[in-house]
């Protein structure tokens, strides 16, 4: 099948190379010339495991190419998928300008029918007004389908070639069915293909995402009851998770979640919501306490240090907002890291792959460390924000010597708390019998 991804971005680039893979021939187009011109060259913009070499394998074989002409990319296609962002605008709800200016575009381009795919996360009928668009040029038949994307950052390409289930949102059957055999090859072991009406499918990507947010959101605010009242977050997690009607992912307490799909896709849900005058209380609730939650750790350290942080030097393990990923869009580390600035500590940063993202931010503002343990030098706390494995089994003696104080906040509780404290630390976590708490 010939494929045009307009739009190279994560889950451009990503969807891209997997349908390539899977034999079809795939043109990513996208208007940035510099990174068009770097996927040529086999240099891919996201750090996502494995895609570096799927990217290659199928350059080689003739199967994605890239450009900068999206004349040539809808001319040449049968399905154009459009992978475009959807910011956040001021009231929260998501900004359409990019998906609607491209259906525009794409119009103007069209030679024979095609089947245009939203894989953007966009409200509630958004479908509808592309498919004006496209009836108002008048050249040819366009079928417009919602197809919402799954991909978790850091394991988007697993998630891509075995996807839990697809989401095909149309009303017509012969649409429903070239989208079947496109995705077929990645389901092969009985995973379902949904084919549901245009606003269901729009709908179900921010139902699904939204409580995700719930589930993590709802964890944290137990977590800070469970200080109050001197309980154990994580003992409650395994006691909860092991109901399978409950399910043990997503119980996970910590500072908050963030990235580019949980906070935009919350709020936009929120504004949509709200202009249906039904609002979802519920996720009013949960993107106020994900907010606050992002404070926490930072409330803890000024009632460790009794509200005296100028001058101190803290140690911040991890700046993307989770593991295998270099995105800190939304990341609870820029609260953390804005909050500790504003009160002149000295901060000294290691993450495995997002600090050159982190210095296009923050500049010179803080000290960037080669390893986890060089942003120990000197300093009178830790703070763990980002759970990667490397963080994980600790070298206490070793770490002693290089901090001025035995201090650790663990915003991920990956530590165990006795161990912690028996090697002469103070150790604060979330939702824990900890430190001085």
Request: glycine share 8%; aromatic share 8%.
């Given at each position: 099948m010939k494929i045009s991804i307009i739009g190279t971005g994560y889950v451009g680039i990503v969807q891209g190379a997997c349908f390539a893979d899977t034999g079809n021939s795939v043109i990513c187009m996208d208007i940035d010339k510099k990174k068009i011109h770097n996927l040529k060259k086999g240099i891919i913009p996201?750090?996502?495991?494995?895609?570096?070499?799927?990217?290659?394998?199928?350059?080689?074989?003739?199967?994605?190419?890239?450009?900068?002409?999206?004349?040539?990319?809808?001319?040449?296609?049968?399905?154009?998928?459009?992978?475009?962002?959807?910011?956040?605008?001021?009231?929260?709800?998501?900004d359409l300008t990019h998906v609607m200016e491209v259906s525009k575009e794409i119009a103007g381009h069209l030679n024979e029918a095609k089947i245009v795919v939203s894989k953007s996360t966009v409200p509630v009928g958004t479908i509808e007004k592309m498919r004006q668009?496209?009836?108002?040029?008048?050249?040819?038949?366009?079928?417009?389908?919602s197809n919402p994307e799954f991909l978790k950052e850091g394991s988007a390409l697993q998630d891509s070639l075995r996807p839990d289930r697809i989401i095909i949102g149309t009303s017509d059957k012969k649409t429903a069915e070239v989208m079947t055999e496109l995705y077929e090859p990645f389901v092969r072991t009985g995973n379902p293909i949904i084919v549901m009406d245009e606003k269901s499918a729009e709908l179900t990507k921010y139902a699904a995402n939204s409580f995700l947010a719930m589930k993590i959101t709802f964890m944290n605010d137990l977590a800070n009851l469970c200080e109050k009242v001197g309980a154990d977050v994580e003992w409650i997690r395994k006691g909860i998770g092991s109901d399978p009607r409950i399910g043990k992912n997503f119980l996970f307490a910590g500072i908050g979640y963030g990235g580019s799909c949980f906070p935009k896709d919350v709020k936009a849900?929120?504004?949509?919501?709200?202009?249906?005058?039904?609002?979802?209380?519920?996720?009013?609730?949960?993107?106020?306490?994900?907010?606050?939650?992002?404070?926490?750790?930072?409330?803890?350290?000024?009632?460790?240090f009794a509200g005296k942080l100028k001058g101190k030097t803290i140690a911040v393990w991890g700046i993307a907002f989770k593991p295998q990923t270099d995105d800190i869009r939304d990341a609870p580390s820029s609260v953390l890291i804005s909050h500790?600035?504003?009160?002149?500590?000295?901060?000294?940063?290691?993450?495995?792959?997002?600090?050159?993202?982190?210095?296009?931010?923050?500049?010179?503002?803080?000290?960037?460390?080669?390893?986890?343990?060089?942003?120990?030098?000197?300093?009178?706390?830790?703070?763990?924000?980002?759970?990667?494995?490397?963080?994980?089994?600790?070298?206490?003696?070793?770490?002693?010597?290089?901090?001025?104080?035995?201090?650790?906040?663990?915003?991920?509780?990956?530590?165990?708390?006795?161990?912690?404290?028996?090697?002469g630390f103070i150790y604060y976590g979330i939702g824990r019998k900890s430190g001085k708490e």
């Amino acid at each position: 099948m010939k494929i045009s991804i307009i739009g190279t971005g994560y889950v451009g680039i990503v969807q891209g190379a997997c349908f390539a893979d899977t034999g079809n021939s795939v043109i990513c187009m996208d208007i940035d010339k510099k990174k068009i011109h770097n996927l040529k060259k086999g240099i891919i913009p996201i750090y996502e495991p494995g895609l570096e070499e799927v990217v290659k394998r199928n350059v080689k074989d003739g199967r994605l190419v890239f450009s900068t002409n999206l004349k040539f990319a809808v001319e040449k296609s049968q399905v154009i998928f459009l992978c475009l962002p959807t910011p956040q605008s001021e009231d929260g709800s998501a900004d359409l300008t990019h998906v609607m200016e491209v259906s525009k575009e794409i119009a103007g381009h069209l030679n024979e029918a095609k089947i245009v795919v939203s894989k953007s996360t966009v409200p509630v009928g958004t479908i509808e007004k592309m498919r004006q668009i496209f009836e108002n040029s008048g050249k040819y038949n366009v079928q417009v389908v919602s197809n919402p994307e799954f991909l978790k950052e850091g394991s988007a390409l697993q998630d891509s070639l075995r996807p839990d289930r697809i989401i095909i949102g149309t009303s017509d059957k012969k649409t429903a069915e070239v989208m079947t055999e496109l995705y077929e090859p990645f389901v092969r072991t009985g995973n379902p293909i949904i084919v549901m009406d245009e606003k269901s499918a729009e709908l179900t990507k921010y139902a699904a995402n939204s409580f995700l947010a719930m589930k993590i959101t709802f964890m944290n605010d137990l977590a800070n009851l469970c200080e109050k009242v001197g309980a154990d977050v994580e003992w409650i997690r395994k006691g909860i998770g092991s109901d399978p009607r409950i399910g043990k992912n997503f119980l996970f307490a910590g500072i908050g979640y963030g990235g580019s799909c949980f906070p935009k896709d919350v709020k936009a849900l929120i504004r949509t919501s709200a202009n249906n005058a039904h609002p979802l209380r519920i996720l009013e609730a949960v993107d106020r306490i994900n907010e606050d939650q992002k404070k926490v750790i930072f409330t803890k350290l000024k009632k460790h240090f009794a509200g005296k942080l100028k001058g101190k030097t803290i140690a911040v393990w991890g700046i993307a907002f989770k593991p295998q990923t270099d995105d800190i869009r939304d990341a609870p580390s820029s609260v953390l890291i804005s909050h500790l600035l504003n009160e002149g500590v000295t901060v000294q940063v290691h993450d495995p792959v997002a600090m050159p993202n982190a210095k296009k931010i923050y500049g010179t503002q803080l000290h960037y460390s080669k390893s986890a343990y060089a942003a120990l030098k000197d300093a009178d706390a830790l703070v763990v924000v980002t759970e990667w494995n490397e963080f994980r089994k600790l070298d206490l003696r070793s770490m002693k010597t290089f901090m001025k104080t035995p201090v650790i906040f663990d915003g991920r509780n990956i530590y165990d708390p006795k161990e912690v404290q028996d090697a002469g630390f103070i150790y604060y976590g979330i939702g824990r019998k900890s430190g001085k708490e």
